[in-house]
């Protein structure tokens, strides 16, 4: 399993790795388990939806660990129907590949 920390030494955090910090901020919010958010990703189909307020949450506890802005308010609006996996490419997109995660604020 990939932790948060794992990511602190690339340079822009791969698909993979930023969906398993994801799914750790996600049990945060919903005060569950990592295994209990995957499996539920499970059981809808390998993605979940998750509700706009829940995604600012995951998104504001990911800036605080990597000390950057990685999403606009407007990225999150309803019409964008927010899923992990949406959420996931949101922030690969928008993260600058020339700036290094932090190491400080990883993990």
């Given at each position: 399993?990939?932790?948060?920390?794992?990511?602190?030494?690339?340079l822009r955090p791969g698909r993979e790795e930023l969906t398993v910090a994801i799914v750790e901020a996600l049990a945060q919010v919903r005060a569950a388990t990592v295994g209990e958010v995957r499996d539920e990703m499970a059981m809808s189909g390998g993605d979940l939806e998750v509700d706009s307020r829940?995604?600012?949450a995951v998104i504001a506890?990911?800036?605080q660990r990597y000390g950057r802005q990685l999403a606009?308010?407007?990225?999150?609006?309803?019409?964008?129907l927010p899923s992990v996996g949406s959420l996931t490419e949101?922030?690969?997109r928008r993260w600058p590949a020339d700036q290094p995660v932090?190491?400080?604020?990883a993990g």
């Open positions: 399993m990939v932790s948060i920390a794992a990511v602190a030494h690339e829940e995604a600012e506890i990911l800036e606009n308010v407007e990225d999150l609006e309803p019409e964008c949101l922030i690969h932090s190491a400080s604020r």
